[in-house]
């Protein structure tokens, strides 16, 4: 159980495109979600929280105009990187809290590697 | 804010045993966390400390002194299998997660 999928798991595109990656949950609800980023040798950094039916709230420092987040469903969190550039080549992980489950538990997605040119 | 320190790197022989420290300031605390991943994956979830004192699971034990901000992960009966980057993180009130840097690990035969 609690199992968190993630589409594409790798992704190239030209800079200036638009990627979307999704997030899903798919034996659990989350009202909850998290995206992360991790630069190459570094840890992760909590970009924002998405939550279900309302707006994101991103962690200080990033755009929120770039990096586009929807929680449409209790089982679905899109991020969308706008205009993307080469800086922004990252591993992009998504988690989400089960709202059944253990409050304090997240459980992570296999991770999206996008690598702009 | 949150500010988790843990060494960047570590090396140790097959079958021994590896203790990976983590200190952790941060502003509102409800748990630490330490979770394995392996280059290009998701982090897969170890432990979760909220009191004082030991968690053993098997081949692995996690500690935690909220009074000294301090917590470690054992690993025992290495395997080389468990060469892989160990990540604390400590979770706020509001639920968000702050990860240190992460522990590499080096397993030799």
């Known amino acids: 159980g609690a199992v968190v999928s993630q589409h594409p798991s790798w992704v190239i595109c030209k800079s200036g495109t638009s990627v979307k990656i999704e997030c899903r949950s798919l034996d659990f609800q989350a009202t909850t979600m998290f995206w992360y980023r991790q630069f190459p040798k570094q840890s992760l950094m909590l970009m924002a929280t998405s939550n279900e039916g309302s707006k994101a709230t991103y962690e200080q420092g990033v755009e929120k105009d770039k990096f586009l987040i929807n929680h449409a469903s209790l089982t679905l969190s899109t991020l969308t990187v706008t205009s993307a550039h080469p800086e922004d080549s990252s591993f992009y992980i998504c988690s989400a809290r089960d709202l059944a489950g253990d409050w304090y538990e997240q459980y992570f997605g296999p991770g999206t590697r996008l690598t702009v040119t | 804010g949150q500010n988790i320190d843990q060494p960047t790197e570590m090396t140790a022989t097959e079958g021994a045993i590896v203790q990976i420290n983590c200190t952790y300031q941060?502003?509102?605390?409800?748990?630490l966390f330490w979770y394995q991943q392996h280059a290009g994956e998701a982090p897969t979830f170890l432990s979760y400390?909220?009191?004082?004192g030991l968690e053993e699971k098997g081949r692995f034990s996690s500690f935690l002194s909220r009074s000294k901000g301090y917590s470690y992960l054992l690993l025992k009966e290495l395997q080389m299998k468990d060469s892989a980057s160990y990540l604390c993180a400590a979770l706020s009130n509001d639920y968000k997660l702050s990860f240190g840097a992460g522990t590499t690990v080096t397993v030799r035969a």
């Open positions: 400390n909220v009191l004082d």
């Open positions: 941060t502003s509102g605390f409800n748990g």
